[in-house]
């Protein structure tokens, strides 16, 4: 393992000012069905469980 010659700065260096930072990228909304709505994950809801009960 070799050792650095200079010590390791606390901060990474500052960008030239005229600098501008790229834009996110916007992705269009997937195309749905008129009868598809977004339903949230049930395992992600704050409910309590749903518990299925057996018949036999």
Not at 26 to 52: C, I, Q, S, T, W
């Amino acid at each position: 393992m070799s050792v650095p010659n200079e010590p390791i700065p606390d901060q990474p260096p500052m960008p030239a000012p005229g600098w501008k930072p790229v834009p996110p990228i916007k992705e269009p909304e997937p195309d749905r069905l008129p009868d598809e709505a977004p339903v949230p994950n049930p395992d992600e809801n704050d409910g309590p469980a749903k518990h299925v009960s057996a018949s036999c």
